[in-house]
């Protein structure tokens, strides 16, 4: 048998979106959040909500990197993230910031009940996630860095994060 690839037109998206949101909380660059709706979309993220300073999917940029998945993937803006937070909290959700900080854990550690609500707030590209934010979440977790650099792309470190969360999910 041979390993042939499929056209991208025969693909047939599950159903299902799983119980996850992401806030992304003044993430500047159009590839960002662009690359934030594409993965969304792929991985069956529920929500994304954007706040403070962050691009929009309107940006052309942001448009051209989320290849129309931004027409797919419901998303809201604020620009306080605080009531964000406290209304998805009231909804059930835990608060989980993907962050390095003196409490993180490691993203693999992260425990997840079954029927659990996940909202994974994302920070900036140079500043990472702010501390009120920090002080609002459930849980702080990292992805342990193997190499010189103690950071990643905001949009690498997402698909990282959503793939190991949404997993623990199913």
């Known amino acids: 048998m041979s390993n042939t690839q499929l056209g991208h037109r025969t693909h047939q998206p599950a159903p299902a979106k799983h119980a996850l949101c992401l806030l992304a909380h003044d993430v500047r660059r159009p590839a960002n959040v662009g690359g934030l709706f594409r993965l969304a979309d792929a991985l069956g993220i529920e929500k994304i909500f954007l706040t403070g300073g962050s691009c929009t999917p309107a940006h052309p940029k942001a448009r051209k ?21 406290a209304a ?46 920090l002080d609002a979440s459930d849980a702080t977790v990292h992805i342990p860095m193997r190499g010189g650099n103690s950071s990643m792309n905001v949009a690498s470190a997402c698909a990282i994060a959503t793939y190991v969360i949404a997993r623990k999910l199913e």
């Open 88 to 133: 998805l909290k009231q909804a059930g959700y835990r608060i989980v910031s993907l962050e390095i900080s003196s409490t993180s854990i490691d993203l693999a550690k992260l425990a997840i009940a079954p029927g659990e609500r996940i909202c994974l707030v994302l920070g900036n590209e140079s500043a990472g996630v702010c501390q009120s934010l």
């Open 65 to 85: 990197a989320a290849r129309t998945t931004e027409q797919r993937v419901p998303f809201e803006q604020a620009d306080d993230p605080l009531p964000v937070v």
